[in-house]
């Protein structure tokens, strides 16, 4: 089992809490009641999309080559843009979603470290998201381990429905922790749940990978937070200026593609260099699995649970994730970017033009 950033600050609602309030270890105790049993957390596989996607956007960076970067976490927007903007194919990060980056894990890490046949293993994830639900077999990059990676994903709804149906009393549960190899996380790993949060927590790694520092001068980058549709700013990286631009809902990104197929057309350098992009407004937290009827309000407050996860984490970047760093010590070696087969075979896949499907009638 793992659960998605969004779905913690989430589910609570079911059961009369406030919008934002945090419940993660509750939600581990449920899920152990329920029967599953291992618990991961996908937040761990966030701070790996970030070694992945930032050694990715560094080498890009580096060398010049197919800029912009575009995030590729949301299945719904590679899906739209496989369908509407082909010719962006090649901007798009090759890292998998954290949720198929820890079922791979699951099913050949995990499995290999704890003496497991993987075809034994089955894993559900619960995701604030049903855009989620198509992308565990959307090609044959999401069956890496020789098997399909993600077996089942459920809503956060269907988790809710899933709870009460069992008779678990969800506000009385204990605190527990997540499983160990693939349950820690880092706060980079949490804010993915938010627009501008894999962009924030990229540059958090990114700035510290590249200037050999241990942190940025502030580690809250706020040009990259809050509600606005199209949000840019030029990062400061020791005297290398980074454009980036972070879009959420599909309107709003059409415009940011629109932007480059202009810079492209007049032959001039793109305006960004790295942009995120959420089909959902306001991001994960306001994903189409999510409890119905999200204003504003109620995202500002989800939104706000997610920073406050960030702030209680001790560690607040994704490369410090001692889970993170064993795991490449002890198996991956090195990212996909700096060459790593094993994690280019488990942690990436590729894009092509897709056909739009006209329904009649
Ligand atoms: S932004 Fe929406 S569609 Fe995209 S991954 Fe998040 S919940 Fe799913």
Redesign the pocket.
Known sequence: MQIAP?VRVAVGEAFGMKPGELTTGKIYAALRMIGFDKVFDTNFSADVTIMEEGTEFIKRFTEGKDLPLLTS?????TDWMEKYAPDFTGNFSTAK?PQQMLSALCKSYWAEKNGVDPKKIHVTSI??????KYEISRDENMSATGQQDTDVVLTTRELARMIKAAGIDFNDLPEEKADDLLGAYTGAGTIF?V?GGVMEAALRTAYCLITGEAQPPSIDFQDVRGMEGVKTATIDIKGTKVNIAVA?QMGNVEKVINQIREDRKNGVKPRYDFIEV???RG??I?????PCLATDAVRAQRTAGLYTDDEKCTLRMSHLNPEVKELYDNYLGKTGAQGGEKAHHLLHTNYHKRDVYHFEG
């Open positions: 969004a976490c949301c299945p719904a927007w979603s995701m604030p998201c049903t855009a989620k749940g627009t959420h959420m089909a959902c991001g994960c306001g994903g189409g699995g999510q």
